[in-house]
């Protein structure tokens, strides 16, 4: 419903007039003499606090959208935990061995989830995958051919996606379970858009 706002004290009463914005319970609603605030999907509070992008970023870059790694990197492994809990219970040396695998699992996937690493920026995307072999990526924009996203049944799920990243030469790259995925998609969606319209 419609609120009120007073302006002072007038002829021995108070001088107000009807809210021009309807009121909700629990929402800040911008009056007169305040500032909507508005969200933005760039990160680039969260690049410059990330040492590994602040250690690739040239003069004058600025960060974009960086991907955050999903919690649901854990779970083949805490599936198979769960299994080996169960299976003890009936064949305790099966159900400790997958256990054992299950925590083996679970580490690999702390030690994945600390390593991978995506961003974008204004002029290029960088990005950090692999465990056996290192391998740190950096393309300009105009060298990326496509950024997409593919989901599988347990990213419909769990809400998480893979981003495939293919540049100039049919060279590709995947990192997977990232939690804001079309974020990123629309991030550099609006930046190449962006440079295009500079260019005519």
């Keep these: 419903m419609a609120g009120w706002w007073c302006t002072g004290w007038a002829s021995g009463g108070w001088s107000c007039q009807p809210w021009p914005t309807p009121l909700f319970f629990g929402?800040?609603?911008s009056g007169p003499g305040t500032t909507k605030r508005r969200r933005t999907t760039t990160m680039a509070a969260t690049g410059e606090t990330?040492?590994?992008?602040?250690?690739l970023l040239v003069e004058g870059e600025t960060p974009m959208a960086a991907a955050r790694i999903h919690p649901g990197i854990y779970w083949r492994g805490a599936t198979l935990l769960v299994l080996g809990v169960a299976l003890?219970?009936?064949?305790?040396?099966?159900?400790?061995?997958?256990?054992?695998?299950?925590?083996?699992?679970?580490?690999l996937a702390a030690v994945l989830q600390s390593y991978l690493r995506l961003a974008?920026?204004?002029?290029?995307?960088?990005?950090?995958?692999?465990?056996?072999?290192?391998?740190?990526?950096?393309?300009?924009l105009d060298k990326v051919e496509s950024l997409e996203t593919e989901q599988m049944l347990p990213g419909l799920v769990l809400?998480?996606?893979?981003?495939v990243i293919t540049g100039v030469g049919l060279r590709a790259f995947r990192i997977p379970f990232v939690a804001n995925a079309e974020d990123l998609r629309r991030a550099y969606s609006e930046r190449r858009h962006h440079a295009q319209t500079a260019k005519e």
């Design 159 to 163: 809400g998480y996606a893979d981003i």
């Design 88 to 107: 003890a219970i009936v064949v305790m040396p099966l159900g400790v061995l997958l256990i054992a695998a299950a925590g083996l699992m679970l580490c």
């Design 50 to 55: 990330d040492p590994w992008l602040a250690g």
């Design 27 to 29: 929402r800040r609603s």
């Design 120 to 140: 974008l920026t204004d002029r290029r995307v960088l990005a950090r995958y692999g465990l056996l072999v290192n391998q740190v990526v950096t393309l300009d």
